[in-house]
């Protein structure tokens, strides 16, 4: 299993928000410059970036700070919020981030994303799909910075996508994500039972080395973490099996 560090940013600030709730921000002390070579220096080949701004109101605030983050080759940038016409994509690419993460469009423009899947490779485009649990226990889809409910679950919107090639698929239970209470196992072991063959990243709820070693037991392919990571909640010996090049 591959671990993939997260930045989230507000404002040019490094943030994380509890659950997807705006109101419950976490300001860190750090600059975005300085955890990526942190995360560097672990081992890690890819960082996760996330611009909070664009996902809920689709202000490119932050976009200068990325193409700056994008200078360096040393770690390959999957960066997403906010993603919803092919010139934004476009621009990202061409400023050497590696891999886009398309969300609310996914869902509200399903035949224009699959031709920029088409157009941009299936390598370069992962589909970040934000789930709450109904009370029947089916994960329907959040949009808008998880603002906006959907009647759509996980597994249709899958679906629409799979004829085209889609191989990257981040999924975060929002009800999990900054909690620290560790990862919703049962969500991502239904993931790959129902598509094997995608490569899943599993978010939310990340909070010990147990909770990594546990994903990995279950197959999945790559996860995201953000607050452990900020907050040093996993040593450095428990980190090193998810980072090819500790």
Not at 11 to 29: I, M, N, P, S
Not at 135 to 141: C, D
Not at 143 to 160: I, M, N, P
Not at 207 to 214: C, E, H, K, Q, V
Request: proline share 4%; with cysteine.
């Amino acid at each position: 299993m591959l671990l993939i560090p997260s930045i989230d940013l507000r404002g040019g600030h490094c943030v994380r928000l509890l659950k997807g709730d705006f109101t419950a921000e976490t300001r860190y002390q750090f600059e975005a410059q300085e955890l990526l070579s942190r995360y560097q220096r672990l081992g890690a080949p890819w960082l996760h970036v996330v611009d909070l701004d664009a996902a809920r109101d689709g202000m490119a605030s932050n976009r200068s700070l990325i193409h700056q983050l994008a200078t360096q080759r040393a770690v390959g940038l999957q960066v997403g919020g906010g993603l919803r016409d092919r010139a934004a994509i476009n621009d990202l690419l061409t400023h050497g981030v590696a891999r886009v993460v398309i969300g609310s469009a996914a869902v509200e423009q399903p035949g224009q994303v699959a031709d920029w899947m088409h157009s941009f490779g299936p390598e370069r485009i992962c589909l970040a799909f934000d789930v709450r649990l109904d009370v029947q226990g089916i994960p329907l889809l959040h949009t808008r910075g998880w603002q906006h409910r959907t009647a759509l679950s996980l597994w249709d919107a899958v679906a629409t996508f799979t004829d085209g090639g889609l191989k990257h698929v981040l999924c975060t239970d929002i009800d999990r994500d900054g909690a620290l209470g560790g990862p919703n196992l049962a969500l991502y072991q239904e993931a790959l039972q129902r598509y094997p063959h995608i490569q899943w990243q599993a978010s939310g709820g990340i909070g010990s080395g147990a909770d990594l070693a546990a994903l990995a037991a279950h197959g999945v392919p790559a996860a995201i973490s953000g607050k452990a990571l900020l907050e040093e909640r996993i040593s450095v010996e428990e980190l090193q099996p998810y980072l090819p090049n500790a």
